[in-house]
Every structure is written in C-alpha cells, then in structure tokens.
C-alpha cells in the first residue's frame, strides 16, 4: 500500500463505485452522497496521492439520495461525463428509474445534462467517450425491453448530449449490461449477461454493433451455472479482453 483514505462528509451514504486516473495524475471517483446539506450522483476529484480537491453533488437538494454514479470518464476537453441513475417521481405510484448523465467541466461544474428512459426502470452502468467526441452509455432496460423482463441498452450521444440513437437487445428472458467499448471500426461491443441466450442460468453475454447501434454478432461464455462479464476494452491486435465470474467452474 502506497497511501489510503476515506472520505465521509455525508451523515449517512458516501459511496464510490468507480475510479479512473486523469491526465494531471489525480483520480476521478464515481459514486453516491446522502447529506442533511443535499444529495445525489457523486463526482470526486483526488490528486496523485488521494487527497480531496473537491466533490460536486447533482440531482437532489435534499438528503433524499435518489440518484447515484456508477462510471466517470475525463472528457477530451479535460471536463467530466458521468452516468448512472436516478429516481423518478419517488413519491407516488409511477416511481421509476431513468437512466442519468452529467457533463462538468474541469472542476466538476455541471454544463448539461441528460435523462433516458420510459416507465419502468432503467439504469445507467458505464460511459465512454469516443474518437469523435461522441458518448456511448451501457444501461439495462425494462421500458424498452422486447420481453417482459430486462434488455441491454445502448444509448449514443452527440458531444453536447443529444441523442443520435438508442438501440436494445435482448431475448425472452433477461439480460443485463455492465460495460462497454467503442471500438476502432466506430461501433461498440457491449458486455453484461443473458438468460435468454445462456446453456443454463445466466451466461456473459456479449453484442457487437456497428456505427449506428445494429448488431453485428453475438456471443454468450458460460456452463451450466452464472456467469457475467463486467468489462470489456478492445486489445492492440484488435481483440478484446473482459473480465467477469462464473460459478460453473
């Protein structure tokens, strides 16, 4: 161990779900805030050796913690995308999730942001800015869901957040996304896992798209037990590697 530390200026939920370097050696943290002062998406910036330079909280005024951060990117003008989700008319009957994108600046000043989602529930897990500046969001859906349960959501934004398309995929049964990749050819590999596609339970489940969000192929890893995958990059020799769990084995 380097260093270590903990932050917890909120009386009940500091949550970091995701961590990625930046270009000036600091971190960017992904997560959740519950305080009496306000709450919400979390964005924490560290420097090289973990100490806060600041946080930024979007969504509630309140302490009610609807809203939560699951993946951070520094963007290509050194500003910060982050996605995730958040509740949607908590109080009554109609509650659901959307899924939820923000974009700040350097210093983590909100400049827009985004909502995605119908009824029921949907959820944001991970972003990715492209070579053209565009932004590719990985989220589950159920509003959009071409059978009763979940499908895997890929959602396309342009560089001021504009929706250029969305695009679900899913069998009878239910799949769920966990990241993706923008790859060299301009489409994007997505990764989660399938029951609708799997040999058993749950399989790591994988679909390639081209440009404009239509499949290219599919692959389903897995034994008779669960699988999933839960990251993807694409390699030098224009392979990819992923990681995830099984329980076959």
Known sequence: ILWQTSYSQGIWANHGNYIEQVEDGGYIVAGNFQSVTGSGMLLLKLD???????????????????????????????????????????????????????????????????????AM????????????????????TSSYSSSAESDMYLIKLDSIGDSLWTQAYGGNLEENTTGLWPTNDGGCILVGQSNSFSNGDFNGYIVKTDENGD???????????????NSVQQTADNGYVMAGYTSSI
């Open 121 to 140: 529930d949907d959820l944001g897990s991970f972003v990715k800015q492209d070579n053209q500046g565009n932004y590719f969001i990985a989220a589950t």
């Open 215 to 229: 499949t290219l192929w599919t692959k389903n890893y897995g034994g008779t037990g669960i699988e999933a995958i």
């Open 48 to 118: 090289s050796l973990g100490n806060k330079l600041w946080q930024r909280t979007f969504s509630e005024p309140t302490s009610a913690a609807f809203s939560y951060g699951f993946s951070a990117q520094q963007t290509n003008d050194n500003g910060y995308i982050i996605a995730g989700f958040t509740y949607v008319n908590y109080y009554d009957s109609t509650r659901h999730k959307d899924v939820f994108v923000v974009k700040t600046d350097s210093l983590g000043n909100e400049q827009w942001r985004r909502y995605f989602g119908g």
